[in-house]
Structures are given as C-alpha cells and as structure tokens.
C-alpha cells in the first residue's frame, strides 16, 4: 500500500505569514508523529498523536506552532506569524500502534523556507 | 533528559574497509535502540533496532548497556552504504517517540 504523504513538498513563505502542512499516515495506523529536520539541530520531535488526541507535544518550540489530527487520520501542522527559524524538513511518521517498540514509518517531508 | 550523540558528522572510507558508526546514549532506564538511514533523496527508513538482534544488509549493532553504547558496524564497506546514518532512541515508557542523534554522513569511495 501507499507510505506516508506529505503536502506540500516544497514551501516558500515570506516571514510573518501563516503555513499549514499536511500528513497523510499510513491507512490504519493510528499514532502519528511530526519531527522537524534542521541544519546543525538534527531530527527533532514536535508532537504526538494517537488516534486524535495528542499525549505529548512538548517538543512544539513554542506557541506559534499548533497541530490537530481528524478522523484518526490526517494531520495539519500549521506554523503562524513564521520566522526565518522556521525554515527547515518538516517530517511526518506513523506507526501502527504507537508501543515503544513500533517501527516508524516516514514521509519524504515538506521544506519550508522563511524568506 | 534523555540525549543521543553521534561524535562523527562524517566518516569516509573505501569500499571493502570495515565500518564503525559510533552512537551513544544517556538515558538511566532500558530504552529501545534503533539506527535509520537516509540515502540520497530518498526517505527516512528503518535501518534495525537492537530488539531484534538483526543483520540488515550486513550491518549490525550492539547495545552495550555498560557503556551506554549502540555502534553500527560493518565488517565491508560497500558504495552503496554511502548514506546519512542516525541512532535514535525511544523511552520504553509506552509510546515510541524517538529522540534521535544529530546524524553520521557516510562516504564509501571505490
């Protein structure tokens, strides 16, 4: 079947403006995970889902950054008022179940320039 | 907190030479260790993880809880193992969110 999917691929935002990115899991998985991949700082972790709660968001750098999950399915990060920062691989995973030992199944990403 | 450290941003050397990726973590628990690998344009995958006591593509890795050491090794480097290599490891607390190091690029040259 089809991996994750992430929309855009590529975006490009002047500084101050709002983003939404999607995600697209893996049909029948239920946790969900957004990492952000930046020069210097590696693979961060920025939230978790299951199903559409979400347990742990304490990687969100701060509160301009928001995400939801609807119908146990796809997932919108949005990013308001954007800053240089920003820019970075957004990265959506999903696992089947979300237990400690689950493989996490990745998207090819979305880059996001803060112009 | 727990933290992962991958002292090498680059390890270069020649195809048929034996491969170490150094990986280790700080965590007082019993995690969940895993290495993934990202090749050229394409997507983040699932290299192996220590659980399973796996050789994928003739790598293997050892947790070593007296050193709080996962290296990746390889006894012959091949061209196409060129590639971004991370460790990554998850709290054996429930869920499965991975705190990942910040990467080894690997150059195999022929």
């Known amino acids: 079947g089809a991996g994750v999917s992430q929309s855009p691929s590529n975006k490009v935002t002047e500084k101050g403006k709002d983003v939404e990115l999607r995600c697209d899991p893996i049909?029948?998985?239920?946790?969900l995970y957004w990492y952000r991949q930046s020069l210097g700082q590696g693979l961060e972790f920025l939230i978790y889902?299951?199903?559409?709660?979400?347990?742990?968001k304490s990687g969100l750098p701060s509160d301009r950054f928001s995400a939801e999950r609807t119908g146990g399915s796809v997932s919108t990060l949005t990013i308001q008022r954007t800053q240089q920062e920003d820019s970075a691989v957004y990265l959506c995973?999903?696992?089947?179940?979300?237990?400690?030992?689950?493989?996490?199944?990745f998207g090819p990403g979305t880059r996001l320039t803060v112009l | 907190a727990q933290r992962v450290t991958q002292p090498e941003k680059l390890l270069s050397v020649f195809k048929g030479a034996p491969v170490e990726l150094k990986c280790n973590y700080s965590y007082s628990g019993s995690p969940e260790l895993f290495w993934y690998v990202q090749y050229s344009r394409q997507r983040l995958q699932l290299l192996l993880r220590?659980?399973s006591r796996e050789s994928i593509k003739g790598f293997t890795a050892d947790l070593n809880k007296g050193e709080t050491s996962f290296h990746l090794k390889k006894p012959f480097a091949q061209e196409e193992d060129s590639a971004m290599y991370y460790c990554a490891l998850s709290l054996n607390s429930g869920y499965s969110t991975l705190t990942f190091g910040k990467g080894t690029m690997l150059l195999v040259s022929p």
């Open positions: 049909s029948g998985h239920t946790a």
């Open positions: 220590h659980i």
């Open positions: 995973a999903s696992s089947l179940s979300g237990g400690s030992g689950d493989t996490q199944y």
């Open positions: 889902f299951q199903g559409n709660s979400a347990p742990d």
